[in-house]
């Protein structure tokens, strides 16, 4: 069983930056993959990043790629988000999630997922 808490969401203009982060209970952590998704109103969950199980291999969906790092410290039980050069488009609630999968870039092939944290991009 694991439990994800995220945080760091807000508001910020846009070409600012936030940093997410996303604590997780369990002594199994380390054993997930850890993904990134969004949600903006009216849209469907989609996929942002998602990060290995040893931090080695990271995956990052075109329309973030350059801008967000996803990266995690397992001796911390916790996957962290940077956003640089955010776009109003970019606002939406940002969920983590944890997958056994190898399929990280899927919605449904993950097992655990936090409660959300709203970003905002004002233009």
């Known amino acids: 069983q694991v439990q994800l808490v995220e945080s760091g969401g807000g508001l910020v203009q846009a070409g600012g930056s936030l940093r997410l982060s996303c604590a997780a209970s369990?002594?199994?952590?380390?054993?997930?993959?850890m993904g990134w998704f969004r949600q903006a109103p009216g849209k469907e969950r989609e996929f942002a990043a998602a990060?290995?199980?040893?931090?080695?291999?990271?995956y990052y969906a075109d329309s973030v790629k350059g801008r967000f790092t996803i990266s995690r410290d397992n001796a911390k039980n916790t996957v962290y988000l940077q956003m640089n050069s955010l776009k109003p488009e970019d606002t939406a609630v940002y969920y983590c999630a944890a997958t056994r999968s190898v399929v990280m870039t899927i919605a449904g092939e993950y097992d655990y997922w936090g409660q959300g944290t709203q970003v905002t991009v004002s233009s």
């Open positions: 990060i290995l199980w040893s931090g080695g291999i990271t």
């Open positions: 369990g002594r199994t952590f380390s054993r997930y993959a």
